[in-house]
């Protein structure tokens, strides 16, 4: 489907560039092109399509494919003269700016030296747009995404002054910005990144962490391997410090999960554990199931308040009117 998109914006751009067109031509295909603009779905879907990219599922092609795609997307949007077009296209590249997307755009930019010019030109085109343009420089701040510029910039490989630019601003703000981490700033970019991740205690938890873990719980929580899933997640999101008992013991101290099911899931771990120590550790947390069914957090509200807080406001918009129109659809299949 993807490359299917892409080979239909390709023709598209194509027969624009043709000299042989007649007025009533030029005229079609600007309205084709004002159509795909107001396509909110299409655009959509490349957006929820990198955030669901798993690389341990997918190929590394099928990630080039989403990005060059969405660039191929995003320039002929871009290329219409019209205030409405360019509203939606602002408001469409907001939502690449995000800690996930970041990281898929960062998983693609390490084989930079393969890639090809115009690949790596779709990669940095988008984090310019969301370092620059959107001044949200900060979800730039991924250990992978750091230790490509630093490769890039120590082997000089050959890149556009522009994406040169970009580097240096980047590493340069990283390196002024104050870090949580107790580490010297006039370090090397590599040793910098290594010990930021090293300094993150493993019993220590920022805010954002804990609520990461919850998100990670509710997608997880069916999966017979709920532990080992939530790890992985850290892990793919840069966080390779969390272990699994620390994972467990986090879930209880934010009353995700029961003492009982606390309890379950050590024994799990530690096959020497025993009940009574722990639940000497934590005297606070002697509620019973009943108690606990009454104060369960409803992952609904969970997932909503979530997306509202990573400014994804606009996708459960997006969504309540694709289910709308799901609906719709089926009641007039009736």
């Known amino acids: 489907v993807v490359t299917a998109i892409r080979e239909f914006l390709q ?5 624009k560039k043709s000299t042989h067109l007649t007025k009533d031509d030029k005229e079609k295909l600007k309205t084709l092109q004002l159509q795909i ?8 879907l490349f957006v929820l399509l990198l955030r669901c990219y798993n690389p341990s599922l997918q190929s590394r092609q099928y990630l080039q494919d989403l990005i ?8 002929l949007v871009d290329g219409i003269n019209d205030v ?26 390490e084989n930079f030296s393969g890639n090809g010019a115009f690949v790596n030109d779709c990669i940095f085109t988008m984090m310019h747009h969301v370092g620059g343009d959107l001044e949200q420089i900060d979800v730039l ?12 910039w120590e082997t000089e490989y050959e890149i556009c002054e522009d994406w040169s630019d970009l580097i240096e601003y980047v590493i340069h703000k990283f390196i002024s910005t104050p870090q949580p981490s107790s580490v010297t700033l006039t370090a090397t970019l590599p040793e910098l990144t290594s010990q930021i991740l090293a300094g993150n205690r493993l019993d ?51 009353d995700i999960i029961t003492l009982d099911r606390y309890d379950e899931l050590m ?30 957090v409803n992952d609904i509200q969970v997932l909503r308040d979530r997306l509202i807080k990573e400014n994804k406001g606009k996708m459960i918009v997006w969504l309540q009117q694709t289910l709308l129109e799901c609906c719709y659809a089926k009641l007039n299949l009736l």
């Open 267 to 296: 024994k799990i771990e530690n096959p020497n554990y025993e009940k009574n120590l722990q639940v000497s550790s934590h005297p606070g947390k002697k509620e019973d199931e009943e108690k606990w069914s009454l104060t369960a």
């Open 84 to 109: 409405s077009a360019n509203k939606n296209l602002l408001a469409h590249i907001k939502k690449f700016a995000t800690m996930e997307i970041m990281h898929q755009y960062g998983l693609l930019l």
């Open 204 to 254: 220590s938890w920022a805010q954002e962490e804990k609520d990461s873990l919850h998100w990670y719980y509710v997608q997880c929580k069916q999966s017979e391997t709920m532990i080992a899933d939530i790890l992985k997640l850290f892990q793919e999101n840069g966080n390779h410090q969390k272990t699994r008992t620390a994972l467990i013991e986090q879930l209880c101290d934010q």
């Open 68 to 75: 060059v795609t969405n660039h191929f997307l995003i320039l």
């Open 141 to 152: 701040f991924q250990p992978s995404i750091l230790k490509t510029y630093s490769q890039i």
């Open 37 to 44: 603009s107001r396509t909110e779905n299409l655009k959509g």
């Open 11 to 15: 023709a598209l751009d194509t027969y």
